[in-house]
């Protein structure tokens, strides 16, 4: 059978091209472990090109897709035809298995990447050079998994809450950017410039007084106007150390509290006066900031973050990056410990951006807290699986001591 197409950019499948002739249940095998649930045959190239032994180890017949388990599926039109852009809005469960499976290399992004934000922040402290190709090695390797799969990291971003949000917020605010990013369709070289600028918006910080940006009470006026400056250093700080980067990583270091009313800072710009990689930075940053746990106060959740954030709609940043944004992280976001209508306990695996409010989830404890032996993944989309079951409210790991990075990587039987 001869596959037109996968439907995936090249870093998204497990072969050189996107078109090929499948002679060996291996190959739908490699599909299967890249999440691809359906693929584009060609009939035409198929009935030429596909020999005796093709037909033989080839699931269906001609014309039809090819599902992972090898079972004929949607039925194909003859003809190959473009590609869908982004990938699927609303993965099917096998998603879950992708996810899993770049977690190990997504974790691996997140470590390097953490340690270059602490040698970034040190760099800062002591007037010493910073090395921007560990930065930009960094970042590719952020946009490569992202790419790959965008909730793996998404997903780890929550579950290290605790690391010092000294160097996990920028690393944080360049996952979530990217991601944004790329579920806007993004090209990869904005992508890079995005996780570059984010990984470098709040270097002014290093420059501010200790105990003005840890202050656990409210700053005075002065303080205020201090704290304020940490952005005009950020890009103050990539000038001075002459690094070759693209202007918009300079913007969007120096302008991500501007705000679309005249409010922000350090240079009050208005409107259209802010490019778009800028507002994504500045809504990524506002959203890390107000869930993450600081050491005076903890965190407030997904849910009510974005809900400060949809109140800034219209003033603070355009409505419909706002929605946007919302769509993209979701209410629930993966790693997110949920308790559903039933009392079940269970883990936020993938969201679905066509219904935030019903994510795909894995079933782990019973009403009374017991643990599941073996946790059933359920999607709360699908009327006929879930059968009424809703999310009802979000626990904290503090609540339930569960940690819920062992549900997407649990030890092999
Ligand atoms: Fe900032
Ligand atoms: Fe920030």
Redesign the pocket.
């Known amino acids: 059978m001869y596959v037109a197409d996968v439907g995936r950019s090249w870093l998204n499948h497990p072969w050189k091209t996107k078109s090929k002739l499948i002679t060996s249940q291996d190959e739908i095998k490699e599909l299967l472990d890249y999440g691809i649930t359906e693929v584009v045959v060609d009939t035409d190239k198929s009935a030429a090109e596909t020999d005796a032994a093709a037909r033989q180890s080839a699931p269906g017949k001609t014309g039809e897709g090819v599902t992972p388990e090898g079972k004929a599926g949607r039925t194909a039109p003859n003809k190959a035809r473009p590609a869908p852009k982004a990938p699927p809005l609303h993965p099917a469960p096998d998603a879950v298995s992708a996810v899993e499976m770049e977690l190990p290399k997504a974790g691996k992004a997140y470590n390097k990447a953490l340690d270059t934000s602490k040698a970034l922040v040190a760099a800062c402290r002591m007037n010493k050079k910073i090395e921007l190709q560990a930065v930009q090695e960094n970042v590719d390797e952020l946009v490569e998994s992202v790419s790959r799969n965008r909730d793996a990291l998404m997903a780890l971003m929550k579950l290290r809450h605790f690391d010092d949000y000294t160097y996990t917020h920028s690393l944080n605010v360049s996952v979530l950017a990217i991601s944004t990013g790329k579920s806007l369709g993004l090209s990869d070289k904005d992508l890079k410039v995005l996780g570059m600028g984010t990984m470098f918006?709040?270097l002014g910080k290093a420059r501010i007084p200790g105990h003005i940006l840890n202050k656990p009470g409210k700053l005075s006026d002065e303080e205020f106007v201090i704290m304020r400056n940490?952005?005009a250093l950020s890009g103050q700080i990539i000038q001075e150390q002459h690094l070759q980067v693209e202007d918009l990583v300079y913007k969007i270091a120096r302008h991500?509290?501007e705000r679309i009313d005249g409010s922000g800072y350090p240079d009050g710009l208005e409107g259209g006066a802010i490019p778009p990689l800028v507002t994504i930075c500045g809504l990524s940053?506002v959203y890390d900031a107000l869930t993450s746990d600081r050491v005076y106060h903890k965190g407030r959740s997904p849910h009510e973050a974005l809900k400060f954030i949809y109140s800034l709609r219209g003033t603070h940043f355009q409505a419909e990056w706002v929605d946007r944004f919302v769509q993209s992280v979701g209410i629930y976001p993966p790693g997110t410990l949920v308790q559903l209508n039933s009392e079940q306990t269970a883990v936020v695996m993938d969201i679905n951006q066509n219904a935030l409010h019903a994510p795909l989830v894995k079933l782990i404890a019973d009403p009374t807290g017991m643990l599941y032996s073996r946790p059933k993944l359920m999607d709360l989309n699908n009327a006929s699986e879930a059968r009424g079951l809703k999310i009802k409210k979000v626990l904290s790991r503090d609540e339930t001591g569960i940690d819920t990075s062992y549900y997407f990587n649990p030890p092999k039987e």
Do not use: I, L, Q, S
Request: aromatic fraction near 0%; hydrophobic fraction near 15%.
């Open positions: 918006h709040d940490h952005a991500h509290h940053d």
